[in-house]
């Protein structure tokens, strides 16, 4: 009887979410300078970003304008990579100051010993650091040859602090796929806890590159994989909350599908707007903070994320599903916005669809076939 | 107040604490650990002037502060039931070299102010 509840007050609790609309999690794109060139990059960064970095102060001025911020309210700088900034740690006090915590999202290039001490003196609570792959595939993906060498030894550091709530992403691609066993098993030789596993979304950089997608067989291939890492408690293993999964939804994450964009999730972005989280259509900004009071467009605005009945179009117009998944992950409607860019509950149920064999020519080479939920399965027990 | 505890009923009869513990898809996970702030002027004892380019350190997490001109720190660490503090001159040069010194906050607090003199060498 318990468990029948529990759908419907899932309901229930984000229709009250909704309603309140708590700013709990503040994006800072505090650059869009990167000091790689990854494929896959949704921001589509570079080393010569056209935008200068938004000055401290500027940001500040935005944060100040939040009434009385919520007791968990985080600021979570990303870019680009944030740690280009060399003024990070002063960010990072300054917001300390103001009673609000901080973290931080970076590629792990430029995180050495030095910083790792300088950032956590700094106030620097949680951590995110991606891997994508082993060596190969991952500086692949990056396009740096030096990537994976660097970037494990910035897990390892981050991993051995007491102090830093952090966790390891991977967007999971056709040539890394086949490697997240021992991914897992690297992970927790780097003696990390956490491991949240992503797929790449057709924009940006990526949208170019049609063997960064999975193919629906290899994405229910992922989500065996998940479920069956999640029964060891050596390494967390999840879903990131980028879409609604249908059958799997309480096998691959701790808590139903709930896209929080602009609901509990906002953003200042490099130009000064006021959006959710950096990856969705920045047609979707809500104000500017060179011309807005941030958070009086927090409260007033947010229209298109707080009421997303405008997404019942295209494959979700007359999706039976909508009512829990709700037009999936904010980010996946850019462009016309007239179809969802991914559904990822329907690629779970296109599975027997897909053609079995797949040819890609990657820098990997050819990757024959691709793994269906038994061979993840096998792999990850082997 | 009233509706703090309406949503947490219907949080907890769904699916309990984790719903108001999340993290944007690509973001990072929330930062819920209790820590506090240890702050204060590091002084010469020879000349009582403030001394910069001192390394202000928590040798057990690894989390370090350079004092400035104002010889002024500021450094976050654990909330721990006592937190060792390392005061460390790493430019020699500048200031004249001083002596490195250990010291023990033995009662943690969320705030601790600490200063210190350091003896020249």
């Known amino acids: ?382 | 107040m009233t509706r703090g505890w309406i949503r947490k009923l219907i949080g907890g009869l769904s699916f309990g604490s984790a719903l108001f513990i999340f993290q944007a898809c690509y973001g990072t996970p929330q930062d819920l650990q209790f820590d506090m702030l240890v702050e204060g002027t590091v002084k010469s004892s020879a000349t009582g002037l403030p001394v910069k380019g001192i390394k202000v350190s928590v040798p057990e997490t690894g989390s370090s502060h350079i004092t400035g001109e104002d010889g002024k720190y500021g450094l976050w660490t654990m909330f721990t039931d006592s937190t060792r503090i390392s005061f460390e001159d790493t430019d020699l040069t500048t200031d004249g070299a001083f002596l490195k010194k250990d010291t023990l906050i033995a009662i943690p607090q969320e705030r601790v102010q600490l200063n210190v003199m350091l003896t020249p060498k």
């Open chain 1, 1 to 382: 009887m318990f468990k029948a509840l529990r759908k419907p007050a899932f309901r229930l609790f984000r229709e009250s979410e909704t309603h309140l609309h708590e700013l709990n999690y503040l994006f800072w794109e505090c650059t869009t300078r990167c000091n790689l060139h990854c494929r896959h990059c949704g921001s589509d960064c570079s080393q010569d970003s056209a935008f200068p970095d938004m000055p401290l102060e500027d940001f500040l001025a935005a944060l100040d304008t939040i009434e009385k911020p919520a007791k968990n309210l985080t600021v979570v700088l990303t870019g680009g990579e944030p740690l280009l900034r060399k003024d990070l740690e002063k960010c990072g006090l300054e917001i300390r100051k103001r009673g609000l915590r901080w973290s931080m999202v970076t590629n792990g290039h430029l995180y050495d010993g030095e910083r790792h001490g300088s950032l956590l003196g700094a106030g620097l609570g949680a951590l995110t650091i991606s891997l994508d792959g082993l060596s190969g595939s991952h500086n692949w993906l990056r396009q740096s040859s030096a990537s994976y060498d660097r970037v494990t030894m910035a897990i390892a550091l981050a991993a051995a602090s007491p102090r830093l709530n952090f966790d390891v992403v991977t967007c999971v691609n056709q040539n890394n796929i086949h490697e997240l066993p021992q991914i897992r098993e690297t992970l927790m030789n780097l003696g990390v806890k956490a491991w949240r596993l992503f797929t790449i979304i057709p924009i940006g950089r990526a949208k170019d590159i049609p063997e960064l997608r999975l193919t629906d067989a290899q994405f229910t291939g992922l989500m065996e994989f998940i479920a069956e890492a999640r029964k060891s408690e050596e390494l967390k293993v999840s879903f990131s909350c980028e879409g609604y999964v249908g059958p799997y939804e309480s096998l691959v994450r701790d808590t139903p599908f709930f896209c929080r964009a602009g609901i509990n999730i906002g953003s200042i972005l490099i130009d000064g707007s006021i959006s959710a989280c950096p990856n969705i259509d920045r047609s979707f900004a809500q104000g500017n903070i060179y011309r807005d009071n941030f958070y009086k467009v927090w409260q007033l605005r947010f229209e298109p994320f707080r009421n997303r009945h405008w997404m019942r179009r295209g494959q979700c117009a007359g999706c039976s599903e909508f009512k829990d998944c709700r037009g999936n992950g904010f980010h996946n409607w850019h462009g016309d916005k007239q179809n969802v860019l991914v559904c990822h509950s329907r690629l779970t149920s296109n599975r027997q669809e897909t053609p079995r064999e797949i040819k890609l020519s990657g820098a990997l080479g050819v990757i024959p076939t691709p793994p269906d939920r038994s061979t993840m399965r096998s792999l990850l027990t082997r």
